[in-house]
């Protein structure tokens, strides 16, 4: 690496996504290296370098040039009131696909019914201003406290309710809360800052970096299936497989034959493998996909 090469300066999210976000590389294509207490892990692109920074912080370090791009929620975009360009939206989580929730939540006994009814009341939150947002969009005031963690905890005692990030709310089952209602969803953003968009080099650079990092995520639970079939057993066997696109049809050298290609669920290849084969498919092969570029 020459002073002169350009670098690309990658905020990767620590914390709960670090495994995920490098999976996602991984079959994006990139090799992501993790070291122990090491806060710059390696990746395989010369033109890239990369920090582990906590979500909660990523907007702000990449709003102001400390970083070029990084992935964030859109959650932490909001609370930190973050000026940056969101160049894309990317659907994953340690749980789901499901985007994480921000609820409002009480315990179970709690007389609180309604927003109106946090008027006065404390409340514990790791979004104080998201929540100070909200319950002014409301027309209600509260006492919002910064909440360290172990948030779930702090009612009835330490607060009267909590303002939370769930995905299944598990969490808060299990700590004799309830749902009052929900204040925002999220799911995770790439971002840079403005400068690093108006670089042409580096602009091209995350473009070409979300391309993958989206092929991988549109091939998650998708496999390729292939298979040979007669001709006259062709509109039977089309007629079985639920393709992502038409599935392609090639000739083979016995003109009686052809060559069928497909994207297909996962989870459905092991209902319609009996059927292609009783429609006439043979030669019937399932094989991987880590990548699905439109």
């Known amino acids: 690496m020459t002073e002169t ?3 690309l300066k990658l905020g990767l999210p620590a914390g709960s996504l670090q495994e995920a976000t490098a999976e996602l590389f991984r079959k994006a294509g990139y090799k992501i290296t993790f070291t122990s207490r090491s806060y710059y892990p390696a990746i395989d692109d010369p033109e890239i370098t990369c920090t582990l920074i906590r979500a909660q912080e990523m907007p702000r370090y990449v709003q102001d040039g400390s970083l070029d791009c990084g992935l964030t929620g859109k959650d932490w975009i909001l609370e930190n009131n973050a000026d940056v360009v969101e160049l894309a939206e990317l659907v994953f989580s340690k749980v789901s ?5 921000w609820v409002l939540a009480v315990p179970q006994d709690s007389p609180i019914r309604t927003v109106q009814d946090l008027q006065g009341k404390r409340i514990a939150t ?3 201003n998201l929540t100070t947002r909200w319950l002014a969009s409301h027309g209600v005031t509260a006492q919002v406290e910064f909440s ?9 005692k330490l607060a009267d309710a909590i303002v939370e990030v769930t995905e299944t709310g598990s969490s808060l089952r299990a700590n004799n809360l309830r749902i009052v209602c929900d204040l ?7 971002i840079a800052n403005h400068q690093a968009v108006a670089d042409p080099w580096k602009r091209q650079k995350m473009e070409d970096l979300i391309l993958m990092l989206r092929g991988a ?14 001709r006259e057993h062709l509109p039977q066997v089309l007629g079985i497989l639920p393709a992502l696109k038409n599935p392609t049809v090639s000739s083979l050298a016995d003109e009686q034959w052809v060559a069928v290609n497909t994207i297909i669920d996962e989870d459905t290849v092991r209902h319609i493998v009996p059927q292609l084969k009783a429609a006439g498919a043979s030669g019937i092969v399932e094989y991987p996909l880590s990548k699905i570029i439109d």
């Open 97 to 101: 696909r499901r985007p994480v929730r």
């Open 5 to 7: 090469q350009p670098l």
């Open 148 to 156: 360290w963690g172990a948030t779930e905890v702090k009612p009835p």
């Open 184 to 190: 925002l969803s999220s799911t995770p953003r790439f």
């Open 126 to 128: 790791e979004v104080v």
């Open 217 to 230: 995520m549109a091939a998650e639970g998708k496999v390729g299936l292939m298979m040979n079939v007669r």
